[in-house]
């Protein structure tokens, strides 16, 4: 296992559009979380499942974001109508089922919003 | 939630220590961990400490956890070029929550 991937690693979109992106972590790594880093700023945290299961939102996910994670494996965020503000890296990470286990992220969705 | 406070940059030459220090305000905070991340890159982890301890280190890396003063900080021994790079500190208490991050950078 190579760790935490995300797709696309860039992508450009225009004001209004949606997007999606996709998450695979660690095979045994049950936990999944979601945040938005922007120039200058630690992640923020935006989402985590357990399996399946979206156990949190921060306030950060307006109505727009939505996350899925059917299977318990691979995840997607996508973003509707996105604005100028989207404009951010966005940062999938993994761990073990204990809480607070160690997370490990994956390398980063740079999203663009012109 | 969670406050996490770090200095925003610090320059040494190669072959001196850095220290990058830390600070939070939730006494509960059971885990920390220090993370490096290189431009365009996510986040590695270097290192991490249970709020039951004083001291770790790993190889070149030092954690220090005063949890009185709900201070944190990572000593990087013998500095080199190769660990420029923007140092984060994360505490969990109910989620994780990360300071703005502090830019290393070393002179050769």
């Known amino acids: 296992d190579t760790g935490v991937s995300q797709d696309p690693r860039h992508k450009i979109t225009k004001r209004g559009q949606n997007v999606t992106f996709r998450c695979d972590p660690i095979s045994e790594h049950n936990r999944l979380y979601w945040y938005r880093q922007t120039l200058g700023q630690g992640p923020e945290f935006l989402t985590y499942?357990?399996?399946?299961?979206?156990?949190?939102k921060s306030r950060l996910l307006s109505d727009r974001f939505s996350a899925e994670r059917p299977k318990g494996s691979f995840s997607t965020l996508e973003i509707q109508r996105t604005e100028q503000g989207d404009s951010a890296m966005y940062l999938c990470?993994?761990?073990?089922?204990?809480?607070?286990?160690?997370?490990?992220f994956g390398p980063g969705t740079r999203l663009l919003v012109l | 939630g969670e406050d996490v406070e770090q200095s925003l940059f610090l320059s040494v030459r190669e072959g001196d220590s850095s220290v990058i220090n830390c600070t939070y305000t939730?006494?509960?905070?059971?885990?920390l961990y220090w993370y490096k991340q290189e431009p365009g890159a996510g986040l590695q982890l270097l290192t991490y400490?249970?709020?039951?301890?004083d001291m770790k280190q790993d190889q070149r890396l030092t954690v220090l956890l005063n949890k009185k003063d709900k201070h944190l900080s990572l000593r990087i021994a013998d500095t080199q070029t190769g660990d420029s790079a923007i140092y984060f500190c994360?505490?969990?208490?109910?989620?994780?929550?990360f300071g703005t991050g502090t830019s290393l950078t070393v002179i050769p």
């Open positions: 499942f357990q399996n399946e299961a979206q156990l949190e």
């Open positions: 939730d006494s509960s905070s059971t885990y």
């Open positions: 990470a993994s761990s073990t089922r204990d809480r607070g286990g160690t997370q490990y």
């Open positions: 400490i249970f709020s039951n301890m």
């Open positions: 994360a505490v969990f208490s109910n989620q994780f929550y």
